[in-house]
């Protein structure tokens, strides 16, 4: 499996959130949209947004709209969990 690579750093993001995507197992990268646009060439993405990198690109996982309609940490630790197990199972 390839490293998941996700930008979810918005304010109010709780601690526990990093404990929760560190525990998926998966290399984790959080980057900046002029970072994001200098490693791999991806410009045009609303922010937040998770991609996965596959084949040496990055595919987009979750979409910006997805992770702003959680009204929780829970609700989000819930989406990227029903996400990854759909992509990885």
Same mark, same amino acid.
């Given at each position: 499996m !390839? +490293?998941?690579r996700a930008d979810l750093? !918005? +304010?109010?993001?709780a601690p526990?959130?990093?404990g929760?995507?560190?525990g998926l197992g998966y290399g984790i990268e959080f980057l900046h949209r002029d970072e994001l646009e200098e490693q791999?060439?991806?410009?045009d993405v609303r922010l937040p947004a998770t991609s996965i990198l596959q084949n040496r690109k990055l595919k987009l996982w979750i979409e910006?709209?997805?992770?702003?309609?959680?009204k929780s940490v829970d609700?989000?630790?819930?989406?990227?969990?029903k996400t990854f197990h759909q992509?990885?199972?």
């Open positions: !390839q +490293p998941v750093r !918005q +304010p109010g993001h526990s959130l990093a929760f995507i560190e791999y060439g991806v410009k910006s709209d997805e992770i702003g309609a959680c609700e989000l630790q819930t989406l990227v969990t992509s990885m199972g």
